[in-house]
């Protein structure tokens, strides 16, 4: 397995643990698991964001511009549904 492979595992496992949380934290019945829940999802969220960041100086999660002209025609269709 290669630095790359290993690196992209991280990052799914990294999503799936933020998302666990994030349900942890929305189902909590009480304020202790609550905040514990929420600590936990926070510092999850640093460590994908440092695993992107990683991921993205070496070239290995690419990622594309946005056409402005796309994204207008998008705000206006939604804008129109309200």
Do not use: R
């Amino acid at each position: 397995m290669n630095d790359q492979s290993i690196m992209e595992n991280l990052l799914l496992t990294t999503k799936g643990v933020c998302d666990l949380y994030m349900h942890g934290t929305i189902e909590s019945s009480t304020q202790n698991v609550h905040q514990a829940f929420d600590a936990a999802l926070s510092d999850s969220l640093c460590m994908q964001d440092d695993i992107y960041k990683q991921m993205t100086a070496k070239g290995w999660y690419p990622s594309e511009q946005a056409d402005t002209q796309q994204m207008q025609q998008v705000k206006q269709k939604y804008a129109q549904m309200n």
